[in-house]
Nanobody, 124 residues
Framework: QLQLVESGGGLVQPGGSLRLSCAASGFTLDYYTVGWFRQAPGKEREGVSC????????NFINPVKGRFTISRDNAKNTVYLQMNSLELEDTAVYYCAAGQFSSSWCLTGPYEYWGQGTQVTVSS
């Protein structure tokens, strides 16, 4: 009943763009902190970007600052990650997550719900 489903991943050339979508079912994302995480082969999962309750605060890790944007569409109960100027190092499985908490640094917190992930591959 309560789930997150990612979509929008794929193969893209360096410098290209992708928009990932995360659709929520069974609960309303508007009342949750949402985040995007990624895991590259052989590496630990890392937080990428997040949006606090009502989107008042957004956080980005340094490698994606100026290139990625997180946004919400409350009418569609969906959160997006717009990824521009993609680099080889961005290749990973990307996961969205949601948690009902408030934090000024929203990449740290008790995320309760996780999607299954969508593959992003940046390659020439």
């Amino acid at each position: 009943q309560l789930q997150l489903v990612e979509s929008g991943g794929g193969l893209v050339q360096p410098g290209g763009s992708l928009r990932l979508s995360c659709a929520a079912s069974g609960f309303t994302l508007d009342y949750y902190t949402v985040g995007w995480f990624r895991q590259a082969p052989g590496k630990e999962r890392e937080g990428v970007s997040c949006s606090s309750l009502s989107g008042n605060t957004t956080n980005f890790i340094n490698p994606v600052k100026g290139r990625f944007t997180i946004s919400r569409d409350n009418a569609k109960n969906t959160v997006y990650l717009q990824m521009n100027s993609l680099e080889l190092e961005d290749t990973a499985v990307y996961y969205c997550a949601a948690g009902q908490f408030s934090s000024s640094w929203c990449l740290t917190g008790p995320y309760e719900y996780w999607g299954q992930g969508t593959q992003v591959t940046v390659s020439s």
